[in-house]
T-cell receptor, first 112, second 116 residues
Framework: GEDVEQSLFLSVREGDSSVINCTYT??????LYWYKQEPGAGLQLLTY?????DMKQDQRLTVLLNKKDKHLSLRIADTQTGDSAIYFC????????????FGTGTQLKVEL | NAGVTQTPKFRVLKTGQSMTLLCAQDMNHEYMYWYRQDPGMGLRLIHYSVGEGTTAKGEVPDGYNVSRLKKQNFLLGLESAAPSQTSVYFC??????FGGGNYEQYFGPGTRLTVT
């Protein structure tokens, strides 16, 4: 499969903004996703962006997509301790099966 | 709705033993998936199914088998467990590509498997 890369760790102070970055490799991806995994739990969809969009905003979340550089980012405004989790980006391929390729995950730690 | 459930939550196996992980979904989803999660490697697709009675290989299928006898269930089998299969296993499900929407995959809570 294609490689989707993320940095492993990010630490921020409560109230600051967090920016989590992702680099993907398949230019034919139609949807790109951000999933959140809390400790001991499964993954939950946070937000997504369609490949013909550059930006999507959803309350505290802003997703930016740079198709030229194959770069995706997730900005969390006013980060709270409840945002501490692992964040995965994922890309959906146009082939059969609705398959996703996930990044390595970024562990976000929010400090008081 | 319970969503996606997985049984068991934890399991310890000895090398060479076999076991089956059960995934069930009550959302009438066509597609189902099995992933494994290892530190620093994200989630990797083991096998998936696009409908009852059909299965296909994912990225890391060796050492695993699957069956989808009923639409709501997807079983993952380990015939002869190896320490390299120590991992957290996640099941997911989604509507088909004809279901529209954002094709979100819904995940179960995971099964933590240790092979000694």
């Amino acid at each position: 499969g294609e490689d989707v890369e993320q940095s492993l760790f990010l630490s921020v102070r409560e109230g600051d903004s967090s920016v989590i970055n992702c680099t993907y490799t398949d230019s034919s991806s139609t949807y790109l996703y951000w999933y959140k995994q809390e400790p001991g739990a499964g993954l939950q969809l946070l937000t997504y962006i369609f490949s013909n969009m550059d930006m999507k905003q959803d309350q505290r979340l802003t997703v930016l997509l740079n198709k030229k550089d194959k770069h995706l980012s997730l900005r969390i405004a006013d980060t709270q301790t409840g945002d501490s989790a692992i964040y995965f980006c994922a890309e959906r391929f146009t082939g059969g099966g609705n398959k996703l390729t996930f990044g390595t995950g970024t562990q976000l730690k929010v400090e008081l | 709705n319970a969503g996606v459930t997985q049984t068991p939550k934890f399991r310890v196996l000895k090398t060479g033993q076999s076991m089956t992980l059960l995934c069930a979904q009550d959302m009438n989803h066509e597609y189902m998936y099995w992933y494994r999660q290892d530190p620093g490697m994200g989630l990797r697709l083991i096998h998936y199914s696009v409908g009852e009675g059909t299965t296909a290989k994912g990225e890391v299928p060796d050492g695993y088998n699957v069956s989808r006898l009923k639409k709501q269930n997807f079983l993952l089998g380990l015939e002869s467990a190896a320490p390299s299969q120590t991992s957290v296993y996640f099941c997911a499900s989604s509507y088909s590509i004809f279901g529209g929407g954002n094709y979100e995959q819904y995940f179960g809570p995971g099964t933590r498997l240790t092979v000694t």
